[in-house]
């Protein structure tokens, strides 16, 4: 199954889809006008063959992009 985690605004989600990838994931961003306009999100494809240090240092970046948009 497809997770979106949604990042309002496209450079915002399109700046975590390149961190990630910096990172070794594959995880593309939806941007407007593919999705609505503050809809925008992250789309995240979890496979068997994923490792639980791969899934720990997902969650790490994930809180980490979640911290840098709040600021």
Do not use: M, W, Y
């Not at 979106?4 to 990630?20: D, F, H, M, T």
């Amino acid at each position: 199954h497809i997770q979106p985690i949604p990042i309002r605004g496209n450079r915002e989600v399109k700046a975590a889809s390149e961190l990630l990838a910096n990172h070794g994931f594959d995880i593309r961003a939806l941007t407007s006008p593919t999705v609505r306009r503050g809809d925008e999100c992250l789309r995240l494809c979890l496979h068997a063959f994923n490792t639980e240090q791969e899934l720990n240092r997902l969650c790490e970046l994930c809180e980490l992009i979640h911290k840098e948009i709040d600021r």
